[in-house]
């Protein structure tokens, strides 16, 4: 692949990631990398159609049972598969059930598209991800594997520092800033084969560390706001997407919003 590559179709599948949460637009729906990435591909390719069938809080069984076949039928040129890391981050993971899943999917995929992109996701620095770190990296492990096996792309976003910058993240602490998924945008891209209009990789200046007050004041906030719910979803079986149904279900012909081109 190279700078001549061309796709006419991308399906992306996955959880809220690949959603969009949380690069909120004015009308409260989100964008995210995979529409700035199909955005920036139907700029190349007139004609060019985009699904996601992404869903929010989605388990890697689910994205493998729901998503994936359909995804396999549409024969897109570009597909990602971003899962699993849902199940990694729960208080207890079976991870052979998640390898299983993930090679479910991959399985699925990988023969129905010309293009299959797999990714290591991004983790914020901090305590929580100390605490999972071992499961995050027996997944990526697993997704290594599977791409070698499959031929699948990998966009390796965990090593790159950058990507773990709280400045990076949203309030919740488990979802990309707008420039955060810029720049995944761009790190898919340039694994596409496609000509680089930025180092995505490149660190963000030094920031003033706010005081100790400050920050407990953030951390009583997150945690009343964003994880006791969590949490409190976890122990009920409950997810945030329960009932919602895909970002964009059919692979139709796709027009960038203003606000992507503008991106």
């Not at 959603?19 to 199909?38: K, N």
């Not at 052979?96 to 699925?108: D, N, Q």
């Not at 990714?119 to 791409?147: D, H």
Request: proline share 7%; with cysteine.
């Amino acid at each position: 692949m190279g700078i001549n590559a061309s796709y006419t179709s991308f399906v992306a599948v996955g959880d809220s990631f690949t959603e969009g949460m949380s690069d909120l637009l004015p009308d409260g729906s989100y964008r995210g990398w995979a529409d700035l990435l199909a955005a920036r591909l139907a700029a190349r390719e007139p004609g060019f159609r985009y699904a996601n069938l992404a869903v929010r809080g989605k388990l890697i069984g689910q994205i493998a049972t729901d998503q994936a076949p359909t995804a396999a039928a549409m024969r897109a040129d570009v597909v990602t598969l971003v899962g699993g890391l849902n199940d990694a981050l729960r208080p207890k993971v079976d991870m052979g059930r998640v390898r299983g899943h993930l090679e479910e999917a991959v399985g699925l995929l990988a023969p129905s598209c010309k293009t299959l992109v797999l990714m290591r996701s991004p983790g914020r620095q901090g305590p929580v991800m100390e605490r999972f770190r071992p499961r995050m990296e027996e997944l990526f492990g697993i997704v290594e594997e599977l791409a070698a096996r499959y031929g699948a792309l990998v966009v390796d976003l965990y090593g790159a520092p950058v990507l773990g910058d709280p400045r990076l993240w949203d309030v919740d602490r488990l979802h990309l800033t707008d420039e955060g998924h810029r720049r995944v945008a761009e790190a898919v891209w340039q694994t596409l084969g496609l000509p680089a209009q930025e180092d995505w990789r490149a660190v963000l200046p030094p920031a003033e560390q706010p005081g100790w007050g400050v920050r407990r004041s953030q951390d009583l906030s997150f945690a009343r706001q964003h994880l006791l719910p969590w949490i409190g979803r976890r122990l009920t079986g409950r997810s945030s997407g329960d009932g919602r149904p895909a970002k964009r279900p059919e692979l139709l012909p796709y027009e960038a919003s203003a606000a992507e081109r503008l991106s």
